[in-house]
């Protein structure tokens, strides 16, 4: 019998239960994916997430090949793909691992009721959590709001599981007629993504960015992790979006790693971060409102300034004379993505200093990311407004300049993407204002916005929300 591997954000072969699963039982699987981005609704991937999608089916079908395949690419409704794939091939059953965001799983639970009335077989597995948000809750049965107690129930859980191996053989089927990869239209038509040569999108390139991490990193994580200008951290993120790595590989695999080369590196630390990607796919699942409405609705109440597009150009385009956001602003235009503080930092000026709303932020970081997660990006953005599960206080606004002085003391990040600041000296990295005629002739601009005052304003503004119900 035949049947249908609906591949959708977990583009690999290895540790892929769905696809294990399916070889297992058929003596043929074809490989589909369909392209449906309409079935996203608002939250359809953004410009820096097609350019990475475009470029992981490509390493997909290249993967496949090698097992006499080829990603089979269908577009039009799921279910539309889906049907004219199983008529085709005479396919009995339909393969795929779960989503969890709100539209992908009401689509999911349509499309399964649909085949199932047309007699076709669905299983779905779990290929992206190390545990599936409706299977862990607190003792009163309740899903997590801080991120503590989450993670110390989940790290009894993760050792229990173990990823599976590549089916090996695999037999491929194909369709009768596939959609070409570029058919799909994925790629800029402006040559901005050029910066993003530094990644390579696919299952191999997940492997290598987990092995150059491992190498070292891993061991200075806890240092390491907050200093934008070093390779702190594992920029695993768009890997680990895709599904071209699981939780589950990366664990084992640092462990693995780490053991061979008789390191001694702890990798708790960096499994706890971890845990935040889980958190957050804990949260949108249970509270699925999140990515457009306050987790906390308290700051229902809060009054955001208007919608100024003159300081959102400027942040977007990293120009809004504090050297440490628009460095990040740079690098985020630039690559495809931003140091984790740093996003923190950008972040915090929008909301706090600026006082412009989450959603603007969190939807710029939407269409600019090649890690763009709804999970991630809703909780991060609402982690630093505050007004999130287990956020940071409101009233501890961030200080651009101190932070820069802390994590990129002598400014080796601002000077690789605020090319204007390369010369300056001491201090004046930081906070180039401080001397008028160093600024002048830098030619770079004056602060959109008086970081003490606009600090104070923000604080007025949150007490008029504290004392609220
Ligand atoms: P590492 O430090 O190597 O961490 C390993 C993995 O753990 C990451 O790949 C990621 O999957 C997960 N992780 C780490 N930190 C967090 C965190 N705080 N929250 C959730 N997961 C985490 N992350 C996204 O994947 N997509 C987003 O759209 C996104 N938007 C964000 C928006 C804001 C405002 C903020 C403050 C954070 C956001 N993050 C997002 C979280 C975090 O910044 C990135 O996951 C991290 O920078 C990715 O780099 P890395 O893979 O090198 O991280």
């Known amino acids: ?15 892929n239960p769905a696809l294990n699963a399916a070889m297992a039982a058929h003596a043929k699987v074809v490989p589909l994916y369909v392209h449906a981005p309409d079935e996203d609704g608002e939250w359809a991937p953004g410009a820096a997430s097609r350019w990475w999608l475009h470029h992981s089916l490509d390493a997909l079908d290249a993967s496949l090949r090698r097992h006499k ?4 690419i269908l577009q039009g409704s799921s279910l539309d793909a889906l049907r004219t794939a199983i008529e085709a091939t005479g396919a009995t059953a339909v393969y795929f691992n779960r989503l969890y965001e709100p539209k992908a799983i009401a689509r999911d639970k349509w499309v399964r009721g649909e085949l199932e009335k047309d007699g076709v077989a669905v299983a779905s597995f779990n290929a ?25 129930n989940l790290r009894t859980r993760i050792d229990a599981v173990a990823p599976v191996a590549e089916p090996s053989p695999m037999h491929l089927a194909t369709l009768p007629t596939s959609s070409s990869l570029d058919a799909l239209g994925l790629l800029p038509t402006l040559d901005w993504a050029s910066g993003f040569a530094e990644w390579t999108p696919g299952e191999q390139g997940a492997q290598e960015m987990l092995d150059l991490f491992a190498d070292d990193a891993v061991g200075h994580y806890v240092e390491g992790r907050d200093i934008p200008a070093r390779h702190g951290t594992s920029r695993l993120s768009p890997h680990l979006h895709f599904g071209e790595i699981s939780p589950l590989q990366v664990a084992e695999g640092l462990r693995d790693r780490v053991k061979k080369r008789k390191s001694g ?56 004379g504090i050297p440490i956001v628009d460095a990040g602003m740079r690098e985020l235009w630039a690559t495809g993505w931003m140091h984790n503080r740093v996003r923190m930092l950008v972040a915090s000026l929008l909301t706090k200093n600026l006082r412009q709303h989450w959603l603007l932020g969190e939807k710029w970081f939407w269409d600019t ?37 802390k994590f990129d003391p002598d400014g080796a990040y601002i000077r690789r993407w605020v090319p204007e600041l390369a010369s300056a000296r001491g201090r004046l990295v930081h906070a180039p204002w401080e001397d008028a005629a160093f600024l002048k002739q830098s030619g770079y601009p ?7 005052s606009s600090r104070e304003d923000a604080l007025t503004a949150y007490q008029s929300i504290r004392s609220g119900p």
């Not at 395949?69 to 089979?72: A, K």
């Not at 992206?128 to 107690?149: G, H, K, M, S």
Request: glycine letters at 6%.
């Open 1 to 15: 019998s035949t049947a249908i591997l609906w591949f959708r954000r977990d583009l690999r072969l290895a540790d």
């Open 69 to 72: 395949g080829g990603l089979q």
């Open 128 to 152: 992206a959590l190390w545990c599936e948000p409706w299977d862990i809750a607190t003792q009163q049965n309740e899903p997590y709001r801080v991120f503590t107690p989450f993670w110390r």
């Open 265 to 320: 590196a702890d990798v708790e630390p960096y499994l706890r971060q971890l845990g935040w990607r889980e958190f957050g796919h804990h949260l949108l699942f249970h509270f699925p409102h999140t990515p457009k409405k306050n987790f906390n609705p308290k700051f229902n109440a809060f009054r955001w300034e208007k919608r100024d597009a003159h300081a959102l150009r400027r942040w977007k385009a990293g120009k809004t």
């Open 369 to 405: 990311l090649v890690d763009a997660d709804l999970a991630n990006n809703a909780m991060g953005w609402q982690w630093v407004a505050g007004s999130g599960a287990d956020a940071a206080p409101y009233f501890r606004i961030f200080n651009p300049v101190t932070q820069s002085e």
């Open 446 to 452: 004056q602060p959109l916005v008086d970081l003490k």
